[in-house]
């Protein structure tokens, strides 16, 4: 069964950077097959699409984070990670990582990412 561990999240000052990394343990060779994203949650809410990133490459954003988040791959390590520059409080969430656009494996922890003057 595939686990997914997240990593990299932090307590940042607003126009602060981070770099979230996700990988999927026990995927094998599904993993450069397959469609990879990240979600965010806040309290009392649903996780919601951040960004994505198909097996050849091919990037998806949510409006919001154009231009400041960045998803790459590396299928070799089976690892998805998330670049994220000119934070804003608003990001603060619980960010997780599995397939896109649907969710096909267990979620993992997650990463808690508080963007905060």
């Known amino acids: 069964q595939v686990r997914l561990v997240e990593s990299g999240g932090g307590s940042v000052r607003p126009g602060a950077s981070l770099r979230l990394s996700c990988t999927a343990l026990?995927?094998?060779?599904?993993?450069?097959?397959?469609?990879m994203g990240w979600f965010r949650q806040t309290p009392g809410n649903a996780r919601t699409f951040v960004a994505s990133?198909?097996?050849?490459?091919?990037?998806f954003y949510t409006d919001s984070v154009k231009g400041r988040f960045t998803i790459s791959r590396d299928n070799g390590k089976n690892t998805v990670s998330l670049q994220m520059n000119s934070l804003k409080p608003e990001d603060t969430a619980v960010y997780y990582c599995?397939?896109?656009?649907?969710?096909?494996?267990?979620w993992g922890q997650g990463t808690q990412v508080t963007v905060s003057s």
């Open positions: 026990g995927s094998g060779d599904l993993f450069s097959s397959t469609s």
């Open positions: 599995n397939t896109a656009p649907i969710a096909y494996f267990p």
């Open positions: 990133i198909r097996a050849g490459g091919t990037t």
